[in-house]
């Protein structure tokens, strides 16, 4: 599993209580980890977090985007040019939020069949490629703009009711989150 700073995880244990003492919507709460889970990616520019969860919203595993295990060497995460310099671009060496939460939970030997995912980002074709064959059938989210994966996405969309994957855009409405979130924006 991929290391989460030790504050960020205590945020998410805070709100973890909170949903299960149902103080605070279910579903917004872990849209809301996912944010925290995402602040933990070395990309400068775009930070995708993804929480895998059961019926009873027990989180079972976790993932940013990230460079893969080991290779610590990628630094040109502002080299934007992914078609052109793709071979330099972050394009081939990041692993998505939504896989890496797939591999952390079969490296616990975790069946995700009939589980959900909260991601921050609505997915690329290739992590709902993972996502349905892994057995995963609900999805939230919280936003679905990205100006380099959206004819990605458009596929993603496509796959995902015939393979009996529901998706739904969650907005985090509830008080207490949203002054969380506005307080984090405001200290960077
Ligand atoms: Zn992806």
Known sequence: MQDIQPKTNENIQKIIQLIEHKEINAYEGYIYISLLVSKNSPDPRTKVGACIVDDNFKMLSHGFNDVPLGYKSYQNWNNRNYE???IN???PYVLHAERQAIINAFKKQI?????QIFVTLFPCHECALEIIESGINRLYYYNDENEYFGESQK???KMFNPCGVVFEKIEIKDKYLVKKIEEEIKNG
């Open 89 to 91: 671009s972050k394009i």
């Open 155 to 157: 596929a993603a969309k």
């Open 84 to 86: 052109t310099d793709w």
């Open 111 to 115: 069946v995700l069949d009939k589980k």
